[in-house]
């Protein structure tokens, strides 16, 4: 399976901006990076994928370090809404692109 | 537009009895995703439709579940007989091509219960 390592929980307080870490040490040159969240009782929803740049878009942003071993995900403005399990996800190309979920990251947000 | 829908949204069963979860993708999309997740774990793949064919079935235990998906459009995910350690969250989920570009779309998931 392609690894990735997220925290297994994390807090942060409402309107505070949000870091959550992903190690992918393994991961190959063709592998996206993608994030979903899952609130509870819901499926996952997609947050933001890339490949080398860093991306943004209205719900997040998504910052790949040079040697695409890591990722951050970053939530500008935590609300309360953003309270979920967050995933870090490689599609792993000669896998045909099989997406392989860990436990995730469980984000708490502080009123 | 209409999201991806699952049905039932809730199933209680004995063991031993079988049961079958429905799910309709988003029109239009090609690729099919059954996953199995299991409490405070992440959804693991069981089965990929690309149309109507099943590219990856390999994580599907062949012996109780089997899936289809007629006319590449609607898939249904059967287990019989169900045993105490399927009780989890089925859900399902679609994209256009394989989603390595993109975004999935998952249901809500159908949770079952096995007594």
């Known amino acids: 399976d392609a690894k990735t390592t997220q925290p297994n929980s994390m807090e942060s307080n409402e309107e505070e901006p949000v870091h959550l870490p992903c190690n992918h040490s393994t991961i190959s040159g063709t592998d996206y990076i993608h994030w979903y969240r899952q609130l509870p009782s819901q499926g996952p929803e997609y947050v933001i994928h890339?490949?080398?740049s860093n991306v943004n878009n209205r719900m997040a942003s998504l910052a790949i370090a040079e040697d695409r071993k890591s990722s951050t995900l970053i939530l500008h403005r935590a609300t309360l809404r953003d309270a979920a399990v967050y995933y870090c996800?490689?599609?792993?190309?000669?896998?045909?692109?099989?997406?392989?979920f860990g436990t995730g990251t469980s984000l708490t947000v502080i009123p | 537009e209409a999201g991806v829908v699952q049905s039932p949204r809730y199933k209680i069963i004995e063991k031993k009895q079988p049961v079958a979860f429905w799910c309709n993708p988003i029109s239009g999309h090609n690729t099919l995703y059954w996953y199995l997740q299991n409490l405070g774990q992440g959804p693991e793949l069981l089965i990929r439709y690309e149309n109507e064919e099943a590219v990856d079935d390999s994580q599907l235990p062949k012996d109780r579940f089997s899936a289809e998906r007629l006319k590449g459009v609607d898939s249904t995910l059967k287990i019989q007989p169900a045993e105490l350690g399927d009780s989890a969250v089925y859900l399902c989920a679609s994209s256009i091509g394989q989603g390595e570009y993109g975004e999935l779309f998952f249901g809500e998931g159908s949770r079952l219960t096995v007594l």
């Open positions: 890339g490949l080398t």
């Open positions: 996800i490689l599609s792993v190309a000669n896998t045909g692109n099989q997406f392989y």
